[in-house]
C-alpha cells in the first residue's frame, strides 16, 4: 500500500500563481506517477485570493475542483498574527486541521509554506500523528524577517545583512527589543519539530543555518521544474529583446529596469546600437495591489518609456515558451536576496541567458559570463550599461547561450524527495509501525465539494 505525503502551502495557484504556490502543485502533479506515495494537497484560500466570503458557514474545508485529493482550508488574513506567525482563530488549527489530518492520516506532511496558517501546524501535526514526518521547504526568509520575509531594511529597502533584535528594532522601533527574542525562539521551537528542512538555494541555507537552524538538518534541494519542449533559438541579427516576467510588486525591481530603460531611451545611448536598440516586454501584475507611492513611480516611468516598453500584463504559466520565443534576454531586476527564481529556470529551459541583481540566489542560479549578466542591485544605470553591453557585443548572446546548464526537471526532483521521505520513515517503521496514531479512530470531518472558482 502506498504511503501518503500531505502538502501544505499557503496559498493555491489558481487563486495566486507565485513561486512557491506553483512549486508546490508541480510537485503533487508528479507526485501522482509515484509507486510509493500517494500525494494530497491542502492549499489555504481567503478573501485576499478574490474569494468574497466562504460560501461554507462553520466548515474550513472543502475539496477543489474534481480532484479527490485536493483541499482548501479558509484562512481570513484578518484573523492571523503575523508577528508571530500564527492563527488567532485555535479553532482552525486544533479542530479543523487536526481533523483532516486525522482523516487523511499522512505518513509524510511536507509544508511548502505556513503563511497565513500557522507555525503551530507544526505543533499540531506532531501532536496528532507522532510518528509522522515533517519536512519543510523554505522559500525565503519570513522566519527570519518580519518585513515579508525579504531581509530589506523596511524604509530605505536597503540590505539586511543579519538579524537581531536591535537590528529589528530600526525598521519596527515601536516594538520592544524583547519581542523579537520572544518571536525567534517562539518559531524555533516549532522548528525542532521538523526533521528535514530543504532549501532550494546554497545561500539560503547558510543564512538559515547563521539563524539557528542545526546543520545536519537542512539540505540543498533545487526546485524541479516540468520540462516540455523547449523553444527554439531563433537567428536574430542583433539580440536586442528583452523581457521581465513576474509580480509587478516592490520588491521585485520592476521600477529600477524601467529607469534603464529610460535611460538607454534617451540622448547619448542610440549611438551605440547600431543594428537596433533594446525593447523590453513587461510580463506582470498585481500594480494595483503596490503602495500608492511605488503605483504612481512605476505608471509614470511607463508614460515616460512607451518608445521601448511594452506593457504586456498578465500571463499564464504555461504561456512562458511562447512568450519566450519572441525575446532574448530575461532579466530579474529583484532588489531583494530571492531564493531560487523559477523564471531562472524557465528561462534557462528555453535557452535565454540571465541579466540580474548581483545578489542571493540570483548571482547563485546565474553565473556572471557564463549563463548570464550580474548588475550592481538596485542601480538603474548599471542595468542600462549591462543591457548596452549585452546587445551591442557581438557573439555575446551566443556564448552565454552555449553556458547555459541543464535544468533540473520535476520528474528527477519529485523522485529524490520520494528517497528523503522513504529515509525519514525507515527508522519510524522499524520502532513504531508506521504513521498511525492512535487517534485515527476518530471520525472523519464533514467535507463539502468545492468549484475552481
Known amino acids: 500500500m ?56 462553520g466548515l474550513r474545508l472543502a475539496r477543489f475542483n474534481s480532484d479527490p485529493n485536493q ?32 482523516a487523511i492520516q499522512p505518513d509524510v506532511v511536507h509544508f511548502q509554506h505556513t503563511a497565513g496558517l500557522g507555525y ?14 515533517i519536512v519543510y521547504t523554505l522559500h525565503e526568509y519570513l522566519p527570519i524577517c518580519l518585513h515579508d520575509g525579504q531581509m530589506v531594511r523596511r524604509r530605505s529597502l536597503e540590505l539586511c ?8 528594532r530600526q525598521c519596527y522601533p515601536d516594538t520592544p527589543a524583547s519581542s523579537f527574542f520572544l518571536r525567534k525562539h517562539f518559531i524555533q521551537s516549532h522548528f525542532r519539530l521538523v526533521d528535514l528542512f530543504l532549501s532550494p538555494s546554497r545561500f539560503l541555507r547558510d543564512r538559515y543555518i547563521e539563524w539557528g537552524i542545526p546543520e545536519d538538518k537542512i539540505v540543498f534541494e533545487e526546485n ?18 528583452l523581457a521581465f516576467f513576474g509580480q509587478l510588486g516592490v520588491y521585485k525591481g520592476v521600477d529600477v529596469l524601467l529607469k534603464a530603460m529610460r535611460l538607454l531611451g534617451g540622448a547619448g545611448w542610440g549611438n551605440v546600437f547600431e543594428k537596433g536598440s533594446p525593447h523590453l516586454w513587461l510580463h506582470g501584475a498585481n500594480l494595483e495591489h503596490q503602495p500608492e507611492v511605488f503605483r504612481n513611480t512605476v505608471e509614470q516611468l511607463l508614460g515616460a518609456t512607451r518608445k521601448n516598453v511594452t506593457m504586456v ?18 532579466v530579474i531586476p529583484s532588489i531583494w536576496w530571492e531564493n531560487s527564481p523559477l523564471v531562472i529556470q524557465e528561462a534557462y529551459a528555453n ?27 538596485g542601480d538603474a544605470t548599471a542595468l542600462a550599461e549591462v543591457i ?9 548572446w551566443d556564448r552565454l547561450n552555449s553556458g547555459i546548464p541543464r535544468v533540473y526537471g520535476i520528474a528527477p526532483a519529485s523522485g529524490n524527495l520520494a528517497k528523503m521521505y522513504r529515509a525519514l520513515l525507515s527508522p519510524r517503521s522499524s520502532k513504531c509501525g508506521g504513521a498511525q496514531s492512535e487517534k485515527s479512530s476518530k471520525p472523519a470531518p464533514k467535507l463539502v465539494q468545492e468549484s475552481a472558482g
Not at 9 to 20: E, K, L, M, R, Y
Not at 40 to 53: E, W
Not at 74 to 81: A, G, I, L, Q
Not at 388 to 396: D, K, M, N, S
Request: with cysteine; charged share 25%; aromatic share 10%.
Open 120 to 133: 503551530d501546524l507544526i505543533r499540531e501535526t506532531r501532536n496528532t500523528l507522532p510518528n509522522a514526518a
Open 224 to 241: 524541479g521544474r516540468p520540462l516540455g519542449a523547449a523553444v527554439a533559438c531563433q537567428a536574430r541579427p542583433v539580440r536586442n529583446r
Open 313 to 330: 500584463g498578465r500571463y499564464r504559466q504555461d504561456e512562458l515558451p511562447r512568450l519566450m520565443r519572441d525575446i532574448d534576454w530575461v
Open 351 to 377: 535557452g535565454r541567458p540571465v541579466i540580474c541583481s548581483d545578489i542571493g540566489g540570483m548571482a547563485e542560479k546565474v553565473k556572471d559570463g557564463v549563463t548570464g549578466l550580474h548588475f550592481r542591485t
Open 388 to 396: 548596452e553591453r549585452a546587445v551591442a557585443t557581438e557573439g555575446l
Open 2 to 57: 502506498k504511503k501518503k505525503v500531505l502538502y501544505v502551502v499557503h496559498n493555491h495557484p489558481a487563486f495566486s500563481p507565485g513561486g512557491a504556490e506553483i512549486y508546490a502543485l508541480d510537485v503533487y502533479e508528479q507526485m501522482k506517477s509515484s509507486q510509493d506515495f500517494e500525494p494530497v494537497l491542502l492549499a489555504r484560500t481567503g478573501p485576499q485570493n478574490g474569494l468574497r466570503g466562504w460560501p461554507h458557514p
Open 161 to 168: 545583512r543579519g538579524e537581531s533584535p536591535a537590528a529589528c
Open 71 to 102: 483541499y482548501l482550508i479558509y484562512s481570513d488574513p484578518t484573523e492571523f498574527d503575523w508577528f508571530y506567525g500564527v492563527s488567532r482563530t485555535k479553532d482552525l488549527v486544533v479542530r479543523h486541521y487536526r481533523e483532516f489530518l486525522l
